[in-house]
């Protein structure tokens, strides 16, 4: 059974059940994707120790420590969270993976051929919930070996309002929902930033700050909702042929973070 966590302030609230988040509110306005919506499946993930697909290269990862096995965005959503600590404004979850350690691939038989997923490093995986007024941040911390190559995306869904007229904006850039629905499976790609803000059109506009990630992708397919997700790296221009050359190395921890800033 899953349990559910709520976290409150004087203005905003918070869901999260298993670490993910189902809802965040500003006096009642709900601005997360729900879970059975047109859309998604989710309402929030994370893409660890790959983001992308891997199933034109076989689904091989090279590493130093040999091949690994890697659907999809990765094996980290194939674990369970553990609840490590809880209060009135904030909660703390933690994945732990053992190396080598196959795992069941969700997605076979009917989105993959590979059964079993697995990584040749240990690693610990921190999502943590801290509540703030009219703001949300969550940090995520991972403990690896010094020189772990990895990639870390983090997936959350945003609802909008149905009508195809929202918009984002950057330093640099204006994106509209149009601009997102063709870039289509590949994903919209805002590189070299740590800020974006999504204009709603009814109610607040809602600011993302990360620390860590430095790009975004942006993904939908329906006017309900939107997919704003910082990223390490963007792989729809590589060959899935995955290798230390174009990911992340692990420093023993490695910290990020992503706000969520009701305007």
């Given amino acids: 059974m899953k349990s559910e966590i709520q976290l409150k302030n004087s203005n905003c609230s918070v869901i999260i059940t298993d670490g993910e988040l189902l809802s965040f509110k500003k006096e009642d306005i709900e601005f997360i994707h729900q879970k059975g919506s047109r859309g998604w499946r989710n309402s929030d993930d994370e893409m660890f120790p790959i983001i992308g697909p891997t199933s034109k290269n076989n689904f091989n990862v090279h590493t130093k420590k040999g091949i690994a096995k890697q659907d999809q965005h990765g094996l980290l959503r194939e674990l369970n969270y553990s609840l490590v600590s809880i209060n009135k404004d904030s909660a703390n979850f933690i994945k732990k993976y053992k190396k080598n350690t196959k795992i069941k691939n969700s997605k076979f038989p009917k989105k993959s051929s590979e059964e079993e997923l697995f990584w040749p490093y240990d690693f610990t995986f921190q999502k943590n919930f801290k509540l703030k007024k009219d703001l949300l ?62 204009k709603n059109i009814d109610k607040n506009d809602l600011k993302i700050t990360t620390k860590g990630f430095n790009n975004f992708m942006l993904w939908t397919e329906v006017d309900n909702m939107l997919c704003i997700e910082p990223i390490t790296q963007y792989t729809s221009y590589t060959d899935q042929k995955f290798s230390e050359k174009n990911m992340s190395l692990s420093k023993g921890i490695n910290r990020f973070s992503v706000q969520f800033k009701i305007l």
């Fill in 137 to 198: 941040k969550i940090e995520f911390i991972i403990i690896s070996e010094i020189g772990m190559p990895f990639m870390l995306g983090y997936h959350p869904a945003f609802l909008l309002s149905n009508s195809g007229k929202e918009t984002l904006e950057t330093e640099a850039l204006k994106i509209s929902i149009k601009d997102v629905y063709t870039a289509g499976s590949h994903a919209f790609p805002v590189f070299n930033s740590d800020k974006i803000t999504l």
